[in-house]
């Protein structure tokens, strides 16, 4: 298990304009579809390559390409918002879908909606949601996935708390995480702080 915190200019200046509180709904979406295409550019960066003979117009040569394939997995709403920013990297991924929604009492997170490509049991996952807050929306997403027969799974968050961080490498040792930032705790609501509020909300103009 590996935490990794994205450390690039681009990232830190992107999150920024999304942190601001009068950064409106178009850009606040455009920022996180970037972000998280640098993110995805940094992830893939040792991704396993196998080796295949091609011939360019000179000669036959021996090249490389990436002997995996990468499955998307957003955790609905809030992670469609990096799903089209790692897919502008990844132009091969397949894409699931998790539905889940945070109890605004409880905090617990409740399932609505899955759906799979079937190569997930031998693909890359990268499950992707911006916020990991107390972290119990990630653990019952990779729970789901896991029990489908996933193996290879990664997480890949905007910004973190470190409660989010502890619950989930407790829960799921094998997973590695990666964020934009980590964050210094979350308030008596749940909300992470600084952070940039109701994610959701603030991609798709809700609220
Ligand atoms: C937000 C966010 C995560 C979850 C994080 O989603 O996008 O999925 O909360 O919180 P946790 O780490 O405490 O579980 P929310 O439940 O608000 O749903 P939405 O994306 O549909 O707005
Ligand atoms: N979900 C959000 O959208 N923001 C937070 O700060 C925590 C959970």
């Given at each position: ?8 200019s681009l990232i830190k200046h992107k999150l920024t304009n999304i942190r601001k509180?009068?950064t ?7 920022h996180?579809?970037?972000i ?144 934009a930032a ?12 600084p952070?940039l ?11």
């Open positions: 298990m590996s935490v990794t915190i994205l450390n690039h509180k009068e409106k709904t178009k850009d606040f979406y455009q996180v579809q970037e998280a295409g640098l993110m995805a550019y940094e992830i893939s960066r040792d991704f396993p390559l196998k080796k295949v003979e091609i011939e360019t117009p000179m000669c036959k040569s021996i090249q490389y390409e990436v002997a995996q394939d990468v499955v998307i997995v957003p955790i609905l709403r809030a992670g469609l918002g990096m799903t089209e920013g790692i897919r502008s990297m990844i132009p091969t991924a397949k894409v699931g879908f998790i539905g889940l929604y945070r109890d605004e009492e409880t905090l617990e997170p409740h399932e609505y909606y899955a759906k799979f490509p079937s190569t997930i049991t031998s693909s890359i996952v990268l499950v992707v949601d911006p916020m990991l807050a107390t972290g119990g929306s990630a653990v019952a997403a990779i729970d789901m996935l896991k029990k489908r027969g996933a193996k290879d799974i990664r997480y890949v968050g905007l910004v973190g708390a470190p409660e989010g961080v502890k619950l989930l490498s407790n829960a799921h040792p094998d997973v590695d995480i990666y964020l980590l964050d210094d705790k979350l308030n008596e609501d749940g909300y992470i702080v952070g509020g109701d994610c959701g909300d603030r991609l798709f103009g809700t609220k």
